[in-house]
């Protein structure tokens, strides 16, 4: 391998805090929130300058899902207030509770043209389109109320490792390279930056590039729905998602931790989704005189890394509880399917003041399809921040200050159940009814 030498040198410090969260998309912001909620000072490091991450820039403007598939919510807490404070802003659409887990016809169809109701014979889920330019400002404004210390345009670059603890993180800003401190750190950077370059295990996937963009100024969405256009309602009225991706074009996987197979992704993405968009308005009913309103800011990648972490969550422990759960979700296509996600997920296996949050967490192939969708993202967002600040605080079974491993999971998801979120999923009870 060809390599130069880094001298070492002396960092000045751009920030300390009692937690520092790297990546701004929902599950950092969740997770920066929540430790801010607990009392802990926070510093939350997006090398972009808009929040939301995939959820907003990705232009993947559908939150799926936050019930079982039987009718029963399992996702609360900020995901719940995040729904709500878009609602009040105007920028939500989601069935009302009467109509999930029915299998009608009509309403079935009806919420799968908003790209609600995804997978074989599935019923009406609690799914939720929104408009994503209103999220990213909700995600601002609560990022700014909780008082965290929001850094843009900071990329958190290498974790600076002693024994098995990160002792500070090296940044990388508009003011050039800098440190942050903390007793304990989260990486919720989505393809697990922060873990990577501490040196922990992972596991790697390589996928099919995507790139989703909006359409407005269709002439009339229901008919076009109707003769089967391959796009979804969205919340404006005239205005259209198409969930595009390279695959369509037979494009090949790519390793998107890879610079170079990333940006090719990229460049070959952008280009063939602007075709995509001429052909729609040839080729699809009432698109011919459509424009564009945007193409994603952001490559849509589905997987990358996931750590290996204290526990990691397979397809044969769906439908089975764990004492120390911090969240639950559902299955986007498999109704019925429900994790528990233990907090080991969440804790890296090499380092104690390192917890992982949102799409990298520890968890198999399969399960991931589950755990990577924006409300479980918030969720172990969430019972990251919380804690996160536990372990700042110190308040803690034994071990150092910012010892994650050492956190009273039971202590933990008290507060997790203060705070909202739904850990009380009956798995008992269904096991009795056959599954
Ligand atoms: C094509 C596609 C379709 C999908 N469909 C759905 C769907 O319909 N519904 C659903 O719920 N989910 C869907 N998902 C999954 C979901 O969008 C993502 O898994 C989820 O948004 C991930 O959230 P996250 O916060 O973990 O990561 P991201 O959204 O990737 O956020 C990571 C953030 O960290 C920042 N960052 C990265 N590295 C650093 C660093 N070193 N320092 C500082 N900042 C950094 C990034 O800029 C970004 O803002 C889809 C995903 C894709 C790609």
Not at 55 to 69: C, H, K, S, V
Not at 397 to 413: E, K, M, N, Y
């Amino acid at each position: 391998m060809d390599t130069v030498f880094e001298p070492g040198r002396e960092l000045s410090v751009l920030a300390r805090a009692d937690v520092v969260v790297a990546g701004g998309g929902t599950a950092g912001v969740a997770a920066a929130v929540a430790a801010a909620r607990e009392g802990a000072q926070v510093v939350l490091l997006e090398r972009g300058g808009v929040l939301g991450g995939l959820a907003t820039g990705g232009l993947i403007a559908l939150l799926l899902t936050l019930d079982d598939g039987r009718g029963r919510q399992v996702i609360g807490g900020l995901c719940q207030e995040i729904v709500d404070r878009v609602g009040a802003a105007g920028g939500e659409f989601h069935p009302p509770a009467g109509h999930w887990a029915s299998s009608e016809a009509v309403l079935v169809e009806k919420y799968r043209r908003w790209g609600l109701v995804w997978g074989k014979d599935a019923p009406v889920r609690y799914s939720v389109a929104y408009d994503p330019e209103i999220l990213a400002q909700v995600l601002a404004d609560m990022v700014v109320e909780a008082g965290v210390d929001l850094l843009f345009h900071c990329l958190g670059a290498d974790p600076l490792v002693e024994g098995r603890r990160i002792e500070a993180l090296a940044v990388q800003s508009k003011a050039g390279r800098g440190a942050v401190v903390a007793p304990v750190y989260i990486d919720a950077s989505g393809d697990g930056e922060l873990f990577a370059a501490a040196g922990c295990a992972f596991e790697l996937e390589r996928v099919h590039p995507w790139m989703w963009f909006r359409a407005g100024g269709i002439t009339d969405v229901s008919d076009a729905l109707e003769q089967g256009a391959p796009f979804f309602r969205t919340t404006a009225a005239d205005q259209v998602l198409v969930p595009w991706g390279l695959a369509a074009r037979g494009g090949g996987k790519i390793d998107a931790t890879d610079p170079r197979e990333r940006t090719r992704g990229e460049l070959d993405a952008r280009r063939l989704a602007l075709e995509e968009f001429r052909r729609l308005r040839v080729e699809a009913p009432g698109a011919a005189g459509a424009h564009l309103c945007g193409i994603a800011s952001q490559l849509g990648i589905t997987e990358s890394r996931r750590v290996a972490g204290r526990a990691t969550l397979t397809r044969q422990q769906a439908d089975r509880d764990f004492a120390d759960a911090i969240a639950v979700t559902g299955h986007w296509t498999r109704h019925g399917l429900v994790y528990a996600v233990p907090y080991g997920c969440l804790l890296a296996a090499e380092l104690d003041n390192l917890l992982v949050a949102g799409r990298c967490i520890s968890v198999d192939h399969p399960t991931h399809n589950a755990t990577k969708e924006i409300p479980a993202c918030m969720a172990t967002g969430q019972a990251a921040g919380t804690a996160a600040a536990m372990a700042a605080a110190a308040s803690t079974t034994g071990g150092q200050q910012g010892d994650a491993s050492a956190v009273d999971t039971g202590a933990l998801r008290v507060k997790l159940a203060e705070r909202g979120a739904l850990l009380g999923y009956p798995f008992a009870a269904r096991a009795g009814e056959g599954g």
